[in-house]
Nanobody, 121 residues
Framework: QVQLVESGGGLVQPGGSLRLSCAASGFTLDYYAIGWFRQAPGKEREGILCSSRGGTTYYTDSVKGRFTISRDNTKNTVYLQMNSLKPEDTAVYYC???????????????WGQGTQVTVSS
Protein backbone atom coordinates (compact mmCIF):
# COMPACT_ATOMS: atom_id res chain seq x y z
CA GLN A 1 0.00 0.00 0.00
CA VAL A 2 1.28 3.46 -0.92
CA GLN A 3 1.97 5.65 2.10
CA LEU A 4 3.73 8.87 3.04
CA VAL A 5 4.40 9.40 6.75
CA GLU A 6 5.68 12.68 8.21
CA SER A 7 7.49 12.86 11.52
CA GLY A 8 9.73 15.21 13.50
CA GLY A 9 7.29 17.93 14.44
CA GLY A 10 7.00 19.39 17.90
CA LEU A 11 7.33 22.50 20.02
CA VAL A 12 10.34 24.74 19.42
CA GLN A 13 11.31 28.24 20.56
CA PRO A 14 11.66 31.10 18.07
CA GLY A 15 15.06 30.92 16.40
CA GLY A 16 15.26 27.18 16.90
CA SER A 17 15.46 24.35 14.39
CA LEU A 18 13.58 21.21 13.47
CA ARG A 19 14.07 18.51 10.86
CA LEU A 20 10.95 16.90 9.45
CA SER A 21 11.01 13.53 7.72
CA CYS A 22 8.76 12.19 4.98
CA ALA A 23 9.11 8.44 4.63
CA ALA A 24 7.59 6.64 1.65
CA SER A 25 6.44 3.05 1.42
CA GLY A 26 4.89 1.19 -1.48
CA PHE A 27 6.71 3.29 -4.08
CA THR A 28 10.16 4.68 -4.78
CA LEU A 29 10.60 8.37 -3.98
CA ASP A 30 13.43 8.70 -6.47
CA TYR A 31 10.89 8.70 -9.30
CA TYR A 32 8.68 11.38 -7.72
CA ALA A 33 8.80 15.08 -7.06
CA ILE A 34 8.18 15.76 -3.37
CA GLY A 35 6.64 18.95 -2.05
CA TRP A 36 6.25 20.27 1.47
CA PHE A 37 3.08 22.14 2.42
CA ARG A 38 1.72 23.67 5.58
CA GLN A 39 -1.61 24.78 6.96
CA ALA A 40 -1.83 27.31 9.77
CA PRO A 41 -4.95 27.63 11.95
CA GLY A 42 -7.74 29.28 9.99
CA LYS A 43 -5.67 29.42 6.79
CA GLU A 44 -5.62 27.53 3.51
CA ARG A 45 -2.95 24.95 2.81
CA GLU A 46 0.17 26.65 1.44
CA GLY A 47 2.97 25.24 -0.68
CA ILE A 48 6.44 25.75 0.79
CA LEU A 49 9.00 24.14 -1.52
CA CYS A 50 9.51 21.13 -3.75
CA SER A 51 12.34 18.77 -4.66
CA SER A 52 12.39 17.42 -8.21
CA ARG A 53 14.91 16.37 -10.85
CA GLY A 54 15.39 20.05 -11.63
CA GLY A 55 16.40 20.91 -8.06
CA THR A 56 14.54 22.92 -5.44
CA THR A 57 11.53 25.05 -6.26
CA TYR A 58 10.24 27.56 -3.71
CA TYR A 59 6.52 28.24 -3.51
CA THR A 60 7.04 31.06 -1.00
CA ASP A 61 9.91 33.50 -0.49
CA SER A 62 9.34 33.55 3.26
CA VAL A 63 11.43 30.40 3.84
CA LYS A 64 14.36 31.07 1.52
CA GLY A 65 17.61 30.91 3.47
CA ARG A 66 15.88 29.13 6.35
CA PHE A 67 14.34 25.91 4.97
CA THR A 68 16.19 23.25 2.99
CA ILE A 69 14.84 20.10 1.36
CA SER A 70 16.98 16.99 0.88
CA ARG A 71 16.65 13.31 -0.01
CA ASP A 72 18.12 10.05 1.21
CA ASN A 73 17.21 7.55 -1.47
CA THR A 74 18.68 4.64 0.50
CA LYS A 75 16.05 5.30 3.17
CA ASN A 76 13.32 6.31 0.70
CA THR A 77 12.92 9.49 2.75
CA VAL A 78 12.78 13.23 2.11
CA TYR A 79 13.72 15.77 4.80
CA LEU A 80 12.80 19.36 5.52
CA GLN A 81 15.44 21.16 7.58
CA MET A 82 13.92 24.24 9.20
CA ASN A 83 16.19 26.83 10.82
CA SER A 84 15.57 30.24 12.37
CA LEU A 85 11.97 29.32 13.04
CA LYS A 86 9.42 32.05 13.62
CA PRO A 87 6.01 31.98 15.30
CA GLU A 88 4.51 32.52 11.84
CA ASP A 89 5.86 29.09 10.85
CA THR A 90 3.43 27.41 13.24
CA ALA A 91 1.30 25.01 11.19
CA VAL A 92 0.60 21.41 10.35
CA TYR A 93 3.25 20.35 7.84
CA TYR A 94 2.50 17.87 5.06
CA CYS A 95 4.55 16.16 2.38
CA UNK A 96 3.10 15.22 -0.98
CA UNK A 97 4.36 13.27 -3.99
CA UNK A 98 3.72 13.68 -7.70
CA UNK A 99 5.02 11.43 -10.47
CA UNK A 100 5.50 14.23 -13.01
CA UNK A 101 6.66 17.62 -11.81
CA UNK A 102 6.18 19.35 -8.48
CA UNK A 103 2.85 18.72 -6.79
CA UNK A 104 0.33 21.41 -6.03
CA UNK A 105 -2.34 21.49 -3.36
CA UNK A 106 -4.82 19.98 -5.83
CA UNK A 107 -2.49 17.98 -8.07
CA UNK A 108 -0.53 15.69 -5.75
CA UNK A 109 -0.74 11.93 -6.21
CA UNK A 110 -0.15 11.10 -2.53
CA TRP A 111 -0.35 13.00 0.76
CA GLY A 112 1.00 12.31 4.20
CA GLN A 113 -1.06 12.71 7.36
CA GLY A 114 0.75 15.82 8.60
CA THR A 115 2.88 16.67 11.61
CA GLN A 116 2.36 19.63 13.94
CA VAL A 117 5.05 22.30 14.25
CA THR A 118 4.55 24.90 16.98
CA VAL A 119 6.98 27.82 17.34
CA SER A 120 6.45 29.61 20.64
CA SER A 121 8.37 30.90 23.63
Amino acid sequence: QVQLVESGGGLVQPGGSLRLSCAASGFTLDYYAIGWFRQAPGKEREGILCSSRGGTTYYTDSVKGRFTISRDNTKNTVYLQMNSLKPEDTAVYYCAAARYGCPGTKSADYWGQGTQVTVSS
